[in-house]
């Protein structure tokens, strides 16, 4: 606590006698201040970064001396990933353990911002929206945050045409809540627009349609900016249509996009101006009845609005009217569709009436006939009266229809008589017809003679029918042959007539004649030509397959062979064959002929094929056979085969697994062609491709990349691993481009099926860059990778902080002294956010420490006054650190002193200084403390006057001298004491000289005054008892001279003796002195005229030894502590000339040691004697 505190101070010297002071000690107030800097907002990736030294404003040690060195500064309370502000206390201690704190707020800024490159279409009034560039916006809480909401500025792109595919840097600026601004830069590269309009196919319209037609009915195809197909056209503008105008009109469509690009499309569009005009109509009512659609039109015009006439083709009756008798006397409305030149058609409607057919139809009552005018019987022989729908007389009656009439049919036949009038009505009537049917036809006959042969009437008959018509068999007939023929060889070719005569059942005869000629068999055989047969049909031969025709005995071929016997043909002989035929005609007739036949041994054995499917797959037909041989059954290779293929098989994948018939024609070499089939049943392709699992790559590596590297496992059409990659491709991996990548691979086997297969490929874009280090060597020195990373970014191409960058260090280097200016190379690697790890080499090169202590010899006097401290002995401006600065306030702390120095003592004392660096270097410096004896003297003289004489204290006075020798004057001497030359008396004076070091010297010197007539006393006999005369400084003389040697320790403070603070001092005027904190001793009565005289107090040295200094052996530590001198002050005694109450004390009892001393000489002078 500040104040002023008194103090006593004791001091028993070597007789025993105590001697005390008292003093003040004033303790001030530490000064030291700091001051911290305002609220600190710091960015996420400096918040490792922030120490105490850099939330220091301002600071002040204990003196008030603003110091710029933040190392003993403290900080407490700061989490680099808290989030909000956080109040951060500094604590500094000053060099006498004050602490003094200040606090300021930090808040840890998480806000970021994130981009994307965008691609927005360029246009005369294209607009960008910065929020499609940004993908993510985080608060300075570290919270994700609509963009919408967030505060974000950006620069413009030029989004117009000129700038298209031109990428732009775009920089989006956003001002976080903490007033903190991020920024991040964007690509922005415009594209063309897409936008595209196409028009429909040329359209004719009607004039009622162009006054309505809009743009929408003219887009056929309408895309926007960005590809998309539209249904609203409604931003489409059409130029204008004349309704009126006949022929095409050319319409521009355009379309404006968001962008402000124009599209254009053409429509071409013809205002058809053709016309259909109808009229009322009638006609006839019936099943047949047509209505003719001209007779419904009055008016018809073309598309050029011409008057035209009616064309076959350009008119579509639409509805037919009814024109059934039950429609008779309606209206009826019938649609016409009139199809113009230009293929446009419209619909009229036009008005129809049926109205009653008028026919009629009479005829004859019955007619009898006979067969033969019966087949020549006519409507005209039956009608009498008939007229047409219009009720007009018809002359000609064959359109009247009659109904079949059977001339053999017996009896009574109704024959139907039916007209049928224009419009398909009929009338008609029925008329009774009789024939007679009896009759008997012959027929002539050739017959072939022959040794078996037979004649028989009944062959020369047709038919017989009775007077019913009823045909019967001949063999009931009546007939009687009148004329029969002759059958001998030599009536060959001569005609025979043979007369018949039939009675039919009315007894009715029916003669006839027929003609019988006898012709030679025309029995023939004619041979096939020389035939090849396969084996296999060679049992299956018959005459059909030798035989070319069969002539029967009428000259006829004949089919059937079951009058043809064949010789046996040998299916397994080959080359030609003769084959005997013979044929017995139907009146035993031989006839014989011979054949030549070939069999043929060639042969096909078939299987199936299995060939894989595809868009270029190919069939070996080959592989459907199995065996094949010649014409002499010898196996030969399917390849010397003359084979065709005739139908082959579809290998395309939609008839994978169903099985397809093929077929094959083979020609042998006897030139016979055999076909076969086979079956043919495609499979799938077994062709597969794995990929290989998700990839990280480097830049450099992409180029390098083939499909090999990205795939697993192949396998062909087939089934069978294949290591042929050339059927492989890969879509481009973009170098440049961070994050993933998808990859696709596609794959063609060998028949043309694709197979693809996709992985992905993430393009790290993490580099580390380093640069070479220096470090200085020593046993705890520390290299900080850190310091030797030059740049860093992360898998995306992101810087980041290093802090924040997985690396880790192979092996640190060497940094032992031992290795000093070696390069070393240290491998760090660095994993980055993709998990991939690149090394990078740092050259570390260790140096040697700089640090030094400069010295420099010290001499000081010994006394109590003396004093020590480091900075005596060391030349702080030639010392320095390691890194070879020169050492700070802090660093100085650092130096130790080892060795035992008494500065009251004359002697060499030995020191050794010890300063470890940083990095663990002990640097040791010896010097020595030259501690000189005081060459401090005082001599003075005893005097004697006679009263009324003059006296002053130089007459007592011999010499004196300072510490270092020099000469004193009277002036450098404080006398206590006074001499009254008015009055007899020994007057003791007392001589007093401190020297700088503190060493006091005391002389007295007795002064006589006498009266006149004393001038015999002897005023100079000293001996060891007498203080009346000159004082001898001896050994025990305690309080004349103080003699600084070892036996004399008057004057000179004991180092082993310390003042308690309890202890009382008396000084010599026996006033109590105080201890001040300034270390300055001050009496309580300070004459103006008072010398300051010096004394010292002891303290601690600076710095001292610590105790348990791990640099510092334990019997260092056991040494007495080094000591420096603080000076202090003392009042002097009081000077000559000073009239207070110790003056006349000692006035008084110098008259009675006068008294005594006459008293006592003549004992003095016995005792000498003796």
């Not at 990933?81 to 930090?106: E, F, H, M, R, S």
């Not at 056979?625 to 139908?647: C, P, Q, R, S, W």
């Not at 090169?845 to 030094?852: D, I, R, S, Y």
């Amino acid at each position: 606590m500040a104040g002023t505190y008194p103090i006593v101070i004791e001091y028993t010297d070597d007789l025993g006698q105590v001697h005390t002071k008292t003093a003040n000690v004033e303790a001030t107030a530490s000064k030291a201040s700091i001051t911290a800097v305002s609220k600190q907002v710091i960015l996420a990736e400096n918040a490792n970064m922030v120490t105490a030294s850099s939330l220091v404003s301002a600071l002040y040690d204990a003196d008030g001396v603003q110091i710029h060195n933040f190392d003993d500064v403290t900080m407490s309370g700061f989490d680099p990933k808290a989030i909000g502000p956080q109040t951060v206390t500094l604590t500094y201690t000053d060099a006498y353990g004050n602490q003094t704190t200040a606090q300021t707020t930090v808040t840890v800024d998480l806000a970021t911002i994130t981009g994307q490159a965008t691609h927005p279409i360029a246009g005369p009034t294209a607009t960008w929206d910065y929020r499609d560039s940004v993908t993510q916006v985080i608060d300075a809480n570290g919270k994700t945050i609509d963009v919408d909401t967030a505060d974000i500025t950006a620069t413009t792109p030029d989004l117009t045409p000129a700038k298209t595919g031109k990428p732009q840097t775009v920089t989006l600026t956003y001002t976080d809540s903490l007033g903190k601004v991020h920024t991040t830069d964007v690509i922005v590269t415009t594209t063309l627009s897409k936008a595209k309009i196409t028009a429909v196919a040329d359209q004719i319209i009607w004039p009622d349609q162009a006054k309505q037609l809009t743009a929408t009915d003219l887009v056929d195809r309408l895309y926007d900016a960005e590809g998309h197909l539209m249904t609203n056209y409604d931003n489409v503008e059409m130029s204008a249509l004349d309704s009126k105008l006949a022929g095409q009109q050319r319409l521009t469509l355009t379309y404006t996009d968001v962008a402000g690009n124009q599209s254009v499309a053409y429509a071409n569009v013809t205002v058809d101006q053709a016309k259909l005009v109808t009229k009322p109509s009638t006609v006839i009512a019936g099943p047949t009845a047509t209505w003719s659609y001209e007779a419904g039109i009055s008016q018809l015009t073309n598309a050029a609005g011409q008057l035209i006439t009616v064309q076959p083709g350009t008119i579509k009756v639409l509805n037919r009217p009814d024109l059934n008798v039950d429609s008779v006397g309606q209206q009826q409305l019938i649609t016409l569709i009139y199809t113009d030149e230009l293929g446009k058609s419209q619909s009229v409607t036009a008005m129809v009436t049926a109205e009653a057919s008028q026919a009629t139809l009479t005829a004859k009552a019955a007619v009898i006939v006979q067969p033969d005018a019966a087949a020549k019987l006519t409507a005209n022989d039956l009608v009498t009266s008939l007229t047409d729908a219009s009720g007009q007389q018809v002359t000609d009656y064959q359109i009247v229809r009659m109904s079949k009439l059977d001339a053999t049919w017996p009896g009574v036949q109704p024959v139907s008589l039916t007209y049928t009038d224009a419009a398909g009505n009929e009338v008609s009537t029925v008329v009774k017809v009789t024939v007679d049917q009896a009759k008997i036809d012959s027929q002539n006959r050739t017959q072939i003679w022959g040794p078996s042969m037979t004649w028989d009437y009944r062959q020369q008959l047709a038919t017989v029918t009775d007077s019913q018509g009823h045909q019967f068999n001949p063999d009931q007939a009546k007939i009687t042959v009148i004329t029969g023929p002759q059958l001998t060889a030599k009536m060959i070719d001569k005609p025979q007539t043979v007369t018949l005569m039939y009675t039919d059942d009315l007894q009715q005869t029916h003669t006839v004649s027929a003609t019988l000629t006898l012709t030679a068999s025309q029995a023939a055989l004619v041979p096939r030509p020389a035939q090849i047969v396969w084996a296999k049909d060679a049992g299956l031969l018959t005459p059909a397959n030798f035989l070319q025709t069969i002539t029967g005995a009428d000259g006829t071929q004949v089919s059937s062979l079951t009058n043809v016997k064949m010789s046996a043909v040998d299916a397994s002989q080959p080359g030609a064959q003769t084959v005997t035929l013979t044929y017995t005609d139907d009146y035993g007739n031989e006839v014989t002929t011979t054949a030549q036949v070939t069999v043929d041994q060639a042969a096909l054995t078939t299987q199936t094929a299995r060939p894989v499917a595809g868009p270029t797959a190919h069939w070996d037909y080959q592989t459907n056979f199995k065996t094949v041989t010649n014409a002499a059954g010898e196996v030969i290779n399917v390849g010397d085969a003359n084979l065709k293929v005739l139908t082959g098989p579809d290998l395309s994948t939609a008839m994978v697994g169903r099985p397809q018939v093929v077929t094959f024609s083979y020609t042998d070499e006897l030139g016979l062609t055999q076909t076969t089939t086979a079956e043919v049943t495609t499979v799938a392709s077994r062709a597969h491709m794995t990929t290989s699992a998700d990839q990280v790559i480097w830049p450099a590596v992409v180029g390098k990349l083939t499909v090999a590297d990205l795939v697993t496992g192949l396998t062909d059409a087939w089934g069978q691993t294949s290591q042929n990659y050339q059927s492989v491709t890969m879509t481009t991996i973009n170098a440049q481009q961070a994050g993933k990548q998808q990859v696709t691979l596609t794959y063609t086997d060998e028949v043309g099926n694709v197979k693809t297969a996709t992985t992905t490929v993430t393009v790290d874009q993490a580099a580390l860059t380093t640069q070479p280090q220096t470090v200085i060597a020593g046993p705890t020195a520390k290299w900080d990778y850190h310091q030797g990373i030059g740049t860093i970014t992360d898998g995306m191409g992101q810087p980041i902080a290093v802090n924040n960058a997985a690396i880790t260090v192979v092996a640190m280097p060497d940094l032992t002294v031992a290795h000093i200016g070696q390069p070393q190379t240290v491998q760090l690697v660095y994993t980055d956010s993709l998990g991939q790890q690149q090394t990078a080499l740092v050259q570390v090169t260790t140096v040697a420490t700089q640090a030094k202590i400069s010295t420099r010899p010290v001499t000081v006097i010994a006394g109590p006054k003396t004093t020590w401290s480091l900075n005596d002995s060391v030349d702080w401006s030639t010392s320095l650190a390691a890194d070879g600065t020169l050492l700070t306030a802090a660093q100085r702390q650092r130096v130790t002193v080892d060795g035992t120095l008494n500065l009251r003592r004359a002697g060499n004392y030995p020191l050794t200084l010890s300063y470890m660096d940083r990095v663990g270097n002990l640097i040791t410096v010896t010097t020595s403390i030259d501690v000189l004896a005081s060459q401090a003297q005082l001599q003075v003289r005893d005097s004697q006057l006679t009263v009324g004489n003059t006296w002053a204290a130089q007459d007592n006075f011999e010499r004196a001298t300072d510490a270092q020798g020099q000469a004193l004057t009277l002036a450098d001497i404080a006398v206590d004491g006074t001499v009254n030359t008015q009055r007899a008396g020994q007057y003791t004076l007392t001589y007093h000289y401190t020297d700088v070091a503190g060493n006091q010297l005391t002389k007295t010197a007795v002064v006589t005054v006498v009266l006149p007539d004393d001038d015999h006393i002897n005023t100079t006999d000293p001996d060891n008892n007498d203080h009346g005369g000159t004082t001898v400084p001896d050994n025990n003389d305690h309080g004349e001279t103080s003699n600084p040697d070892g036996n004399d320790h008057a004057g000179i403070a004991d180092p082993s003796e310390t003042p308690k603070p309890s202890e009382r001092l008396n000084d010599s005027d026996g006033h109590t002195v105080d201890w001040g904190v300034d270390d300055r001793i001050t009496t309580k009565q300070q004459p103006a005229a008072a010398t300051r005289a010096q004394t010292k107090v002891k303290t601690t040295a600076e710095p001292a030894l610590p105790a348990n200094n791990e640099h510092t052996s334990a019997a260092k530590a056991a040494a007495t502590p080094v000591t420096r001198v603080t000076d202090t002050t003392a009042d002097t005694l009081p000077q000559t000339g000073e009239r207070d109450r110790s003056a006349q004390q000692g006035a008084v009892v110098l008259g009675l040691t006068g008294l005594l001393g006459l008293m006592g000489l003549g004992r003095r002078r016995h005792t000498h004697e003796d």
